[in-house]
């Protein structure tokens, strides 16, 4: 009996994983053992873990003995686990997702996967088969979270049931391919010692923050994609009070706040059976009725924006969001597009005077070389001079401290 002829040396599994033969291989086996399960009337998810390896055992030999191939101790164990995770899991993806070190999954078609590892992208060894094997394992990742994708409906932005939040685009929208982004839900959430502990920013930033919050300053964090926006506001949300009661609304539920008097809720896209799509201006309505004492918004981006300036600036104090910007005025000026958009006023001195009574307080947010994620600037809103904005700095990131030659 012959070794199988990989193109990698024997033994070198992470290497053997992306080859033509071991992916002949691994689904043969996938197939042997499904058509056994399916003669006996079971499936990889009511059969006992223990006896889906003894199948996949059983398959590999068969399918070994009937190509006159051997396998080694670590070639067979890697086999079986990768049918394990086409059978029970995700396929190539589920390795990546139950590793904790990484933080986002990245996949740019069937042969090339992307990982990031403290803030960096990496390229990992691992692949699907063809376009049909992607697309079938996004119609696994995305049939239990109750959505569709095809021609008809081709991109997907959901939450995965562990948390994680998804992002599906497939052709005819993606040009080269299907492409999914996965962004990792921690385990163990941030904490503000953790942030100074990495260097996202200092002990008396964190303890500034901290004691806004406790005082019931409204927060406003601004920042581009992937700057640590929701992250930090999870890590601000930890220090409100544990007998206040707290309404948190999301495009896709990430906050994981550890007080015992939350409510949740997030917004909803509509569907093809005719449920209508439900906003997070809708849930805002909804939430001041809740006899809330703070509301947290995921992210203001349309027209909820008037509901939650008018929260922040009528009772609610403490509330918090996050908006996409690249600088604190920037997010201020943002916030000024979206409430004239949406028909407050067409007075830009009126709009300014409405944010200045709701938001107290910016929070920029930035990712620097290396993907380090930090605090960049920390701007107190005291009112307006005529028609603009009093803004005090309070905090600069370190990085930015050595821009400008200065001390935060």
């Known amino acids: 009996m012959s070794a199988l002829p990989y193109a990698a040396p024997a033994g070198n599994?992470?290497?053997?994983?992306?080859?033509?033969?071991?992916?002949?291989?691994?689904?043969?086996?996938?197939?042997?053992?499904?058509?056994?399960?399916?003669?006996?009337?079971?499936?990889?998810?009511?059969?006992?873990?223990?006896?889906?390896?003894?199948?996949?055992?059983?398959?590999?030999?068969?399918?070994?003995?009937?190509?006159?191939?051997?396998?080694?101790?670590?070639?067979?164990?890697?086999?079986?686990?990768?049918?394990?995770?086409?059978?029970?899991?995700?396929?190539?993806?589920?390795?990546?997702?139950?590793?904790?070190?990484?933080?986002d999954v990245i996949v740019n078609g069937p042969r090339t996967i992307y990982v990031e590892r403290k803030g960096e992208l990496e390229p990992v060894n691992a692949r699907f088969r063809d376009m049909d094997h992607l697309m079938n394992v996004i119609q696994r990742i995305v049939a239990p979270i109750g959505r569709r994708i095809d021609e008809a409906n081709p991109y997907v932005d959901g939450r995965l049931p562990d948390g994680s939040r998804l992002n599906v685009v497939i052709p005819p929208v993606a040009l080269d391919g299907p492409h999914v982004s996965i962004r990792k839900f921690k385990a163990v959430p941030f904490t503000g010692e953790d942030l100074v502990r990495n260097g996202s920013m200092t002990a008396e930033g964190l303890r500034y923050l901290s004691g806004a919050v406790r005082n019931r300053r409204n927060i406003l964090i601004s920042g581009g994609t992937g700057s640590g926006k929701t992250t930090l506001l999870n890590v601000l949300s930890s220090y409100v009070g544990a007998k206040e009661r707290i309404v948190t609304i999301e495009d896709t539920a990430e906050l994981r706040l550890q007080m015992a008097h939350v409510v949740r809720m997030e917004t909803r896209a509509a569907t093809m059976d005719g449920a209508r799509e439900i906003t997070a201006r809708d849930l805002l309505r909804n939430a001041l009725r809740m006899r809330p004492d703070r509301i947290i918004l995921g992210e203001v981006r349309s027209h909820e924006a008037i509901e939650v300036l008018q929260a922040?600036?009528?009772?609610?104090?403490?509330?918090?969001?996050?908006?996409?910007?690249?600088g604190t005025s920037d997010a201020l000026e943002r916030l000024e597009m979206l409430v004239g958009l949406h028909g407050f006023s067409s007075?830009?001195?009126?709009?300014?005077?409405?944010?200045?009574?709701?938001?107290?307080?910016?929070v920029q947010t930035m990712r620097?070389?290396?993907?380090?994620?930090?605090?960049?600037?920390?701007?107190?809103?005291?009112?307006?001079?005529?028609?603009?904005?009093?803004?005090?700095?309070?905090?600069?990131?370190?990085?930015?401290?050595?821009?400008?030659?200065?001390v935060p």
Request: charged share 25%; hydrophobic share 40%; net charge negative.
């Open 347 to 362: 007075d830009l001195r009126s709009v300014r005077r409405f944010i200045v009574s709701a938001v107290d307080i910016v």
């Open 13 to 103: 599994v992470d290497d053997i994983q992306v080859s033509d033969q071991y992916q002949d291989m691994k689904f043969r086996v996938f197939e042997v053992t499904l058509e056994y399960l399916d003669r006996r009337g079971v499936t990889g998810d009511t059969i006992q873990h223990a006896a889906l390896l003894d199948e996949i055992a059983r398959a590999i030999s068969i399918v070994l003995g009937s190509r006159g191939l051997a396998l080694n101790t670590p070639e067979r164990s890697q086999l079986i686990l990768d049918v394990v995770n086409e059978i029970t899991g995700f396929g190539p993806l589920q390795p990546l997702l139950d590793d904790p070190g990484i933080d």
């Open 368 to 406: 620097g070389a290396g993907g380090r994620r930090s605090v960049s600037s920390v701007v107190e809103i005291t009112g307006l001079e005529g028609s603009h904005y009093m803004q005090r700095e309070i905090y600069r990131g370190p990085e930015q401290a050595e821009r400008k030659g200065a």
């Open 312 to 326: 922040m600036g009528t009772g609610h104090d403490g509330s918090m969001a996050t908006i996409h910007a690249n």
